[in-house]
């Protein structure tokens, strides 16, 4: 587990991995391997939202629970499933809200890569998954990790908007400082609660309006086509 790839995280992260908290989770993570589980993402993508969203260029974060657990979804981007892959239900109701919001008509895959170019970082709170067996791998230290890198961003990064969509990732947003980043808070996008508030929340142009007030960027939430 390091940080390669992500020279821009490497500073402030780095010294996470000797804590006693990450051995730990590393332990585990070793052990169900030994023990031929399928974890999901492949590894070499655990990090995969810090990789392609540098510190210094994240303007919206938003956060999932843990990643998606069927095979060819996670990628380590939260909501997002490679190319080919049919969109999930939680996505179908995000794209179904940008419509709404934007007049984005919904795309064709599910593939969010283009967000987190943008300056979107799609953190899920929990990194890795046991193959069918979802939160297998939650309380086994991710989210401490996680935790460290919502407070990095916090700290380092200026008028960021957080997406909250449920109480899951509310309660993991508390701590961000409400006077200097937007905070966009709604239920959860899954078919059991999209309805309770998330459609309408109209946050995709609220965070668009608030960056641009603030001298950044608009976030362009039309995802490129891809041949199927």
Not at 47 to 54: G, N, V
Not at 109 to 123: D, F, K
Not at 185 to 194: E, G, M, T
Not at 197 to 216: D, I, M, P, V, W
Request: proline letters at 6%; hydrophobic letters at 35%.
């Amino acid at each position: 587990m390091v940080l390669d790839n992500a020279p821009s995280w490497q500073k402030t992260l780095a010294s996470e991995f000797d804590l006693p908290y990450m051995q730990s989770l590393k332990q585990f993570l070793r052990e169900e391997k030994n023990q031929q589980k399928i974890i999901y993402p492949h590894s070499e993508n655990w990090f995969h939202a810090l990789e392609i969203t540098p510190l210094n260029e994240v303007n919206v974060v938003i956060l999932g629970q843990d990643p998606y657990h069927q095979p060819n979804q996670a990628h380590g981007l939260c909501f997002s499933v490679l190319p080919e892959v049919k969109t999930p239900p939680s996505l179908v109701n995000i794209y179904k809200e940008l419509q709404s919001d934007l007049g984005i008509a919904p795309a064709n895959h599910g593939y969010l890569e283009s967000w987190a170019r943008q300056g979107v970082l799609l953190l899920n709170a929990v990194l890795t998954v046991e193959e069918s067996n979802a939160n297998a791998h939650q309380g086994k230290g991710w989210e401490r990790f996680t935790d460290k890198i919502i407070a990095t961003v916090n700290e380092r990064c200026e008028h960021v908007v957080f997406m909250l969509w449920g109480s899951y990732a509310q309660k993991k947003g508390a701590m961000i400082d409400s006077a200097k980043h937007c905070v966009l808070k709604a239920p959860h996008p899954s078919p059991l609660s999209a309805y309770r508030g998330f459609f309408g929340c109209q946050h995709f142009s609220k965070a668009n309006t608030y960056l641009q007030q603030h001298e950044k960027q608009a976030i362009n939430w039309q995802l490129p086509k891809i041949e199927q």
